[in-house]
């Protein structure tokens, strides 16, 4: 599932966002026959460049933490 389309978060989106609205303002038959399929495309890509984008940080965050954690060790292990 997609992630509140109109936030704050998503800003970075908010033109492929909006293109989407608009295909979906035309009605239900322009949905059905598949006419917003390419809008829906890129509103999916550029959901998953901010997933990728956060995972990325995340991991980043996280080995940094695991180097400070280590080095906390190393020091409790030379004071013993």
């Known amino acids: 599932m997609h992630p509140h389309l109109h936030n704050e978060a ?3 989106c908010a033109d492929v966002v ?3 609205d608009e295909c979906h303002a035309r009605g239900f038959l322009w949905k059905v026959f598949g006419n917003c399929n390419d809008a829906k495309h890129k509103v999916d890509m550029c959901f998953r460049a901010q997933r990728v ?3 990325r940080l995340n991991r980043e965050k996280a ?3 695991k180097k400070q954690i280590q ?3 190393q020091e409790l292990e030379e004071e013993s």
Do not use: P, S
């Open 10 to 12: 998503n800003k970075q």
């Open 18 to 20: 909006a293109a989407l």
């Open 53 to 55: 984008e956060v995972a």
């Open 63 to 65: 080995r940094e933490k």
């Open 71 to 73: 080095a906390v060790w």
